[in-house]
């Protein structure tokens, strides 16, 4: 036997459960993975707590939970090249990370990627949906050097990748956040700016007739905001789910990405060009209480759960 998390109603962390569950085994063109971590994000407890959201993403109940991992390749199945047994990997397997052992077929529908040396399994799991996102984020709206780009929800888990993709691209960066996370933001190379009323003013007293791009990374106030500031509705993107500003907005999410997105951020971290800023590890026993603290909506960076 081995452990896995498991929900069978949608609702708060209370329904997610630690349970035993038969040992998976790879199958002709899989591989099994021995998760060692696991990076939550705020679309995990979505996916458990809203059934219409999870219907998009073809999850059904009973429902495993989490998305990115990285651990090591323990059975490799027939047809499978280019990956041993022992190989560290890290990748996303949408609502099936939260587990000893998982089963995924490398090239279809989930990621899976050697994880390099000198990255830990800690960081590695923090990559996937949130490098991806921040990633297709900044390509929506063609960040490039001489830009000046608003980030909305910037000290989060997605933002902290889009701050130093964005100053790694060679633009100026200035990030909303609450004003306990302006060191951290100024940290990561950003210029903060508290969010709420009167962030256009704000804003525009950091920049005035400057913002070039921007992309809000929570809700909608931050590319509403970039509109009032006059920033082309074609160069702000958002990752809010549901009804968001009208006028050419870029909806945009992690599946917008190219999978080697994930390559160069591997490689930007081992050249030590970004860091990702790990807020808090929970063992696996304590997922609940991870993802409380996730939900809460106010981390400094990224919630990973060890195995």
């Not at 791009?213 to 082309?232: C, I, K, M, Q, R």
């Not at 994930?262 to 991870?290: K, N, S, W």
Request: glycine letters at 12%; hydrophobic letters at 45%.
């Amino acid at each position: 036997m081995s452990r896995a998390i498991v929900y069978d109603e949608f609702g708060g962390p209370e329904v997610l459960e630690l349970r035993e569950v038969a040992e998976p085994h790879a199958g002709a063109g899989e591989v099994r993975v021995r998760v060692a971590a696991v990076g939550l994000n705020p679309m995990d407890w979505v996916l458990s707590s809203r059934s219409e959201v999870a219907q998009q993403f073809g999850l059904t109940l009973p429902s495993g939970f989490a998305t990115d991992f990285a651990g090591t390749v323990d059975e490799v199945g027939e047809g499978i090249s280019g990956l041993a047994v022992g190989d560290r990997v890290y990748g996303t397997a949408t609502g099936r990370a939260a587990a000893d052992f998982l089963v995924t077929a490398p090239g279809k529908a989930d990621s899976l990627l050697r994880t390099p040396t000198e990255i830990s399994d800690q960081i590695a799991c923090t990559l996937g949906v949130a490098g991806l996102t921040a990633s297709a984020a900044l390509a929506a709206i063609h960040v490039k050097a001489g830009d000046t780009v608003l980030i909305g929800g910037a000290a989060g888990g997605v933002g902290v990748f889009a701050v130093q993709l964005a100053k790694l691209a060679g633009a100026r960066v200035i990030g909303t956040a609450s004003e306990s996370t302006f060191d951290f933001l100024r940290d990561l190379g950003a210029e903060p700016v508290a969010y709420g009323a009167g962030l256009v003013e704000r804003v525009r007293a950091l920049a005035p007739d400057d913002v070039s791009a921007a992309t809000d990374l929570h809700g909608t106030e931050t590319a509403e905001a970039a509109l009032a500031l006059g920033v082309p509705p074609e160069r702000i993107s958002t990752i809010a789910a549901g009804p968001g500003p009208v006028g050419g907005v870029r909806p945009v999410g992690g599946f917008d990405a190219y999978p080697e997105d994930l390559e160069r951020i591997a490689d930007a971290l081992v050249a030590g060009e970004i860091t990702v800023p790990i807020a808090a590890t929970f063992p696996l026993e304590q997922l609940r209480d991870a993802v409380r603290v996730q939900a809460n909506r106010h981390v400094h960076g990224k919630i990973v759960v060890s195995l």
